[in-house]
């Protein structure tokens, strides 16, 4: 069965990076595309970036363009989340999800979630 584990996440302070990892499985990774999402704690999930890992097109939420940086490592079913410049605002678990198109990602139109990674940015 589909399987989407998040790692990564943890305490950073403001101005710092994280990594997050994606480890998929359950799946033809190529033919599904991998979303990120988060949520914030109070307010509602919303979505961050999505990769189509058959042909890398990217997409992203423009408020997070240029901050963020969304990859894939077809060898190893993985997909990743850049997160630098890191603001406490970006505080909240983060989670992937697949779907077969990241049209309209970031209205949460996916199939398969994980259970989420929690990113904590504070001093």
């Known amino acids: 069965q589909v399987q989407l584990v998040e790692s990564g996440g943890g305490l950073v302070q403001p101005g710092g990076s994280l990594r997050l990892s994606c480890a998929a499985s359950?799946?033809?990774?190529?033919?599904?595309?991998i979303g990120w999402f988060r949520q914030a704690p109070g307010k509602e999930r919303e979505g961050v970036a999505c990769?189509?890992?058959?042909?890398?097109?990217?997409d992203y939420v423009d408020s997070l363009k240029g901050r963020f940086t969304i990859s894939s490592d077809n060898a190893n079913t993985a997909v990743y989340l850049q997160m630098n410049s890191l603001k406490p605002e970006d505080t909240g678990v983060y989670y992937c999800?697949?779907?077969?198109?990241?049209?309209?990602?970031?209205?949460?139109?996916?199939?398969?979630w994980g259970k989420g990674t929690l990113v904590t940015v504070s001093s």
């Open positions: 359950g799946f033809t990774f190529d033919d599904y595309v």
């Open positions: 999800a697949q779907s077969r198109s990241c049209f309209g990602f970031e209205y949460l139109t996916m199939d398969y």
């Open positions: 990769i189509n890992n058959g042909d890398g097109m990217r």
